[in-house]
């Protein structure tokens, strides 16, 4: 391709990022706190951009400022090409973990964070003594937008798929299992249908409302079981079903974790539902970015590590009626 001068006469490298911000903040003012600018000057560079792409770039509506189609797929085809320049000027062609210094922002649920932090700030510390890791809530509703706005390098929980510009990279393949607290309850494990139905269940819902996943299979089947309580929030769970008479229906990692830690009884669950992916996501802006792809590759490791543990032959049920008896 033969590039000309004349096509970039109107254009600078300023002009394209504060177009890119302008659109990403759908407010002048926003982005000019976003660039250090005075407001006067955003609205002046605002006019040039709608001169040189002889579009609207912004328009007013109900809800406040919006971008035009145009300028949403201008942002969408340039977003990668300024990363490009970025790094090429910028970024270190190589990452060098045992020297450098680099704080990642990781986004997951707090099951996650439980299970896999342990294993990964065990290996980074030993590995790159000057990375810093600091972690956000995200779930699948809001790892999209984290990424857009750079919340998060790396997101590592269930994700869908998402927008051309989101990578994803399955991790491994999970199942639930019931939790709960065996001698309060007067059960062992594994659990019938009829002593799953027969307890109040505390549930961690995606959506706001006394469902989970496992609601909608119990309809199939005309059943329904007796939610007490729900959180976004897994982390109260083992304290409550410490004190309560109540069951969870949880990941199957996270019910290993607390029966070994909070002593509390896990069994299959009695109701076929379908298991979920744990993926990383994060930004293709980033995908040449040498650091980031070490940390996905520790992630990586410590997943392979977490799940080999579950196939591992675990102690036997025993004698189920047994602490009913006691």
């Not at 997951?108 to 600091?134: F, H, K, N, S, T």
């Not at 051309?164 to 309850?185: F, H, N, P, V």
């Not at 309809?219 to 929030?233: C, D, L």
Request: aromatic residues 6%.
């Amino acid at each position: 391709m033969t590039i000309s001068e004349n096509d970039f006469r109107k254009l600078d490298l300023n002009l394209l990022v504060a177009f890119q911000v302008l659109v990403r903040e759908k407010s002048v003012s926003r982005a000019a706190e976003r660039l250090f600018l005075g407001q006067p000057a955003v609205s002046g560079v605002l006019a040039r951009l709608r001169e040189v792409f002889q579009d609207e770039i912004l328009v007013r509506t109900g809800r406040g400022m919006e971008p035009t189609s145009k300028a949403l797929a201008l942002h969408a085809q340039l977003t990668p090409a300024l990363e490009s320049i970025r790094t090429t000027l910028f970024e270190q062609p190589a990452f060098d973990p045992a020297t450098e210094s680099r704080t990642f922002h990781l986004g997951m649920r707090d099951w996650v964070e439980a299970w896999l932090m342990p294993g990964l700030i065990a290996r980074v510390q030993q590995a790159a003594p000057r990375v810093r890791i600091a972690v956000r809530a995200s779930d699948a509703r809001l790892g999209t937008r984290m990424l857009q706005d750079d919340e998060m390098d790396l997101g590592v929980s269930v994700f869908p798929d998402g927008p051309s510009w989101q990578r994803r990279e399955q991790l491994a393949t999970m199942g639930y299992r019931c939790i709960y607290d065996g001698k309060r309850l007067g059960i062992g494990s594994p659990l019938t249908l009829e002593e799953y139905l027969a307890h109040p269940h505390l549930v961690t819902p995606t959506q706001t409302d006394f469902r989970g996943a496992v609601d909608d299979e119990l309809v199939g089947r005309s059943k329904r079981r007796t939610v007490t309580y729900t959180t976004p929030r897994f982390a109260a769970l083992p304290l409550i079903l410490r004190r309560a008479v109540a069951i969870a229906t949880v990941p199957e990692q996270a019910a290993r974790q607390w029966a070994e830690g909070f002593g509390l009884t896990s069994s299959p669950l009695p109701v076929r539902i379908a298991p979920f992916e744990i993926s990383m996501i994060w930004h293709a802006r980033r995908e040449g970015d040498a650091s980031l792809q070490w940390l996905r590759g520790m992630v990586r490791e410590v997943v392979a590590s977490e799940m080999s543990e579950v196939s591992k032959p675990t102690a036997p049920a025993g004698k189920r009626r047994r602490l009913a008896q006691k």
